[in-house]
Every structure is written in structure tokens, then in C-alpha cells.
């Protein structure tokens, strides 16, 4: 299972003091180090983490193969033309969200994903979908004509935490999982059995399968015994065990569970 540490929220602790310090370069050496396989940052349209100027020199400095996620904004996709990452995940994007939450809507943006998948390939960057686990959205990536998807699973990890976790008892509570622990467990249920469905059918049709978005030392072991999902992009748990165990060691303690 191949893991690829998102960086972003390294840039989030500078961007709280608006100063250069952490740096999210020197992350790559570590990571790499530490036995990432890949690195993942996210360029916003509103740049509130990872600036162009640290996208730039992550693509031209790091030893490890580059992930940038990207909305499917023309402007941003020619930035990431220029900078030329192995591969570029696109995503959903609304500038008022914490996090991205759920997948792009390939039918609704599908000439615009078009067009997007099209330019990057002639720049020879791989792509990737941000997608919910969805039979029609897989169908509708092998149609793009791109070389991965990766299943979304923030709605896996907010009824975990729900469940086991202690969301329930914050005012981040999703009222729509305010459930008693008997339908959350079989709720866990069926979203796990729908991303398993999900990666055997992208499998089926010739397409690499990651997955991402809330996974953490908690939850991560249940996405990553799916045989068919090949890699696991995680930033957020990563960075904030960070704090206290160091980089190298939340790294490896990540690894070592998938």
C-alpha cells in the first residue's frame, strides 16, 4: 500500500502567523526518509495554505513523486501545466468550505473535466478524480479517459468518528448523523461494502484506485485491507501527531498500520 503524506497543513501552522516559518519544504527530505511514497499538497484558488511559490519548488526539489490537487479552474490548471507534477488530482472546490467535502460531479462538469484531462495529458501529467463511490462517477472517469480515481471517504470517517470517535460530543456535530450507535454501525456498514464496490468495479475497468479524505490511526486499517485501493493519500492526522511524536515517527507509525 503506497501512502502519500499531504503537506498542506504544515503550511496551515505558517499561515496562522503569516510568516516563513514552518516550512513546508523541509518536509520533503523526511518524508521521503521516512518511507512516503508520495507527496500530496492541495494549490487552493484562494492559496490559504500551500502558496504557488511552495508548489513550484516541491515539484522541482522533491525526490518523491508529487500529487497536486486542483479545482478545474482553466487558470489553475495552467499553473499546474507549468509546474509539471507527476500527477494531478482534481477536485471539487468551494472557497467556503473548511476541507474539500465529497466528490467532483463529473457528470454535471464533464466537458470541463474534458478539456482540463485533455491539457494535462498533453503535459504529460498523469490524473486522478476526486470522486464519491459511486458506480456512475467510476463509469464516467474510464469515459475521461485519466489513470487513477480516488474515493472519497470523508463520509467514512466522519460516521467512524461519529461512531467511536469524539465528534458527537463537539459542536462540529453532523446532525445528520446523530443517530443511535446501532444505526451508525450499520451505516459504517454499508459505506465501507459501497468502497469496496467501488474500487472492484474502477479495478474491472483498468483504473488505479487511492483513496482519501479523513483517514487517520483510528480508522485507516478498515480502507486500507481493500485489496484493490493502492494508495492512501493522508495529511491532516500525519501533521497533527506530528506535534508531538515528530515528522519521521507519525510517518512510519501511519505506514506501519497500512
Known sequence: MLLGVNIDHIAVLREARKINDPNPLDAL????LSGADQITIHLREDRRHIHDAD????CEQSTLPVNLECAIDEDIIDIVCDMKPMRATLVPEKREEVTTEGGLDLEANFERIKKAVKKLHENEIEVSLFIDPDKKMIELSKELEVEWIELHTGTFANIYAMLYGNLANTHHTIKELELPRKELKKLLEKNIKEIKKAAKKANKLD?????????????????????QI????????IIARSVFTGLEKAIKDMKELI
Open 29 to 32: 527530505g523526511i518524508c521521503k
Open 230 to 237: 493502492e494508495e492512501l493519500n493522508i495529511g491532516q492526522s
Open 207 to 227: 483504473l488505479q484506485v487511492a483513496a482519501g479524505h479523513g483517514l487517520n490511526y483510528q480508522n485507516v486499517t478498515l480502507i486500507s485491507s481493500i485489496k
Open 55 to 58: 508548489a513550484w519548488r516541491i
